[in-house]
């Protein structure tokens, strides 16, 4: 198993997402039409490694803009990992290079959005759990069939992805290409939370445990359970 070091840690301006309700325009956040994408090597690592780096970054669909608060890690040796069924059509995408988007459907009703890690012919991604809206509420509000602005809007993958307009013909898609779906870059979280996986009791017992699953600490923009997290 690979082993996780604590993060970093250093100074940065109090985050939105520690808020109640974290819907701020994005010029309040640093966010400007270039803001830059994260190059094709940040993506070419092991996915426990990558999955903590992901907080924090921006995913940006036309003029819907979202921050990630909370992702899990799924490995190629790991029982939970669509890896496990070997490259089909659906899952050929995780097979991919890293910093590809690897999307399916969850019994056939929810559009989940992975970032494929490390290098290609791997079968390894990050699930992207939940996020704090940061521009187009409107239009999230619109495709999620809701007027909440609190952290049910978006606490679960699901959601995510139909807040993003995702369908699985974004399965593939280069996430460091300017245009349509793009990953950018975006502030380091002053603490980070680790725990287990959630839904996945299928799997061994040994990847049931594995706290492989990362959030914001501080962030009420997170999925439930909450009560397993805790801080690396």
Not at 21 to 50: H, N, R, V, W
Not at 191 to 219: K, Q, T
């Amino acid at each position: 198993m690979t082993k996780i070091k604590r993060l970093r840690t250093k100074k940065l301006r109090k985050s939105p997402l520690a808020k109640p309700c974290s819907y701020f325009p994005e010029e309040d956040i640093g966010i400007s039409p270039k803001q830059s994408t994260l190059s094709p090597d940040f993506y070419q690592i092991d996915a426990l490694d990558l999955a903590p780096r992901l907080l924090g970054k921006y995913l940006r669909r036309d003029q819907v803009v979202l921050q990630i608060t909370e992702v899990e890690a799924y490995r190629a040796d790991d029982s939970a990992c669509h890896s496990r069924f070997g490259v089909t059509a659906r899952t050929a995408p995780l097979f991919g290079p890293g910093g590809h988007a690897y999307v399916y459907l969850c019994y056939g009703l929810h559009t989940m959005l992975n970032v494929v890690a490390d290098k290609e012919g791997v079968g390894s991604a990050v699930l992207v759990r939940a996020c704090a809206p940061v521009r187009g509420l409107d239009v999230i509000q619109q495709r999620r069939g809701s007027t909440s602005d609190r952290p049910v809007l978006l606490n679960g993958p699901g959601k995510v992805g139909q807040a993003l307009g995702l369908s699985t013909d974004w399965s593939s898609h280069p996430l460091f290409t300017p245009g349509g779906l793009e990953l950018l870059d975006g502030p380091e979280p002053e603490e980070v939370l680790a725990g287990p996986r959630v839904g996945i009791d299928y799997a061994l017992p040994r990847d049931v445990d594995a706290m492989w699953r990362f959030a914001i600490g501080g962030s009420d923009w997170i999925s439930a359970p909450k009560n397993t997290l805790r801080s690396l």
